[in-house]
């Protein structure tokens, strides 16, 4: 895999909740320590969407609030270069259109294409929408 990409929050919130390949997403953020160290994109939606999952956690699961605090907390620590939605919002919406998906994924599918660097994902229905197409949007898994 690539070690320049882009990561969707499918990927990033697998660093703190333990989910079916967090081991994946730790092994992959783990080049961000590399010498030099790969770049990460996200649009800047992926710091909401991720406090949203932490959200759920706490709400469904019982996961400690203090925790979830802390976690969103690193997340805006980790080495992330991110990008306005604003700067993603036509194109995300050509995609969403185009490709029966939501604007939401659309925009990491379009910075995606913009950068010329696939996408990380673990949302297998978002691969399997997308193969075939122009984006390269790969599974975390494979």
């Known amino acids: 895999m690539s070690p320049d ?10 660093l703190f909740v333990i989910e079916p390949l967090s081991d994946r997403a730790d092994a992959l953020f783990a080049h961000l320590t590399d010498d030099p160290p790969a770049r990460f994109y996200v649009p800047d939606l992926f710091f909401i969407e991720c406090t949203n ?7 469904h699961f019982g996961y ?10 690193d997340l805006t620590d980790l080495r992330l270069l991110s990008i306005p939605t604003r700067e993603l919002a036509d194109e995300a919406l050509k995609v969403a259109v185009a490709h029966d998906i939501t604007a939401y994924d659309a925009a990491y599918v379009a ?3 913009r950068l010329s660097l696939p996408l990380v994902t673990a949302d297998e229905a978002l691969v399997r929408r997308l193969a075939g197409t122009a984006f390269d949007v790969r599974w975390l898994g494979a």
């Open 5 to 14: 990409c882009v990561v969707d929050a499918s990927v990033g919130i697998k």
């Open 53 to 59: 999952v932490l959200w759920k956690y706490v709400r």
């Open 111 to 113: 910075l995606s294409g």
């Open 64 to 73: 400690p609030l203090e925790s979830a605090r802390q976690d969103a907390a």
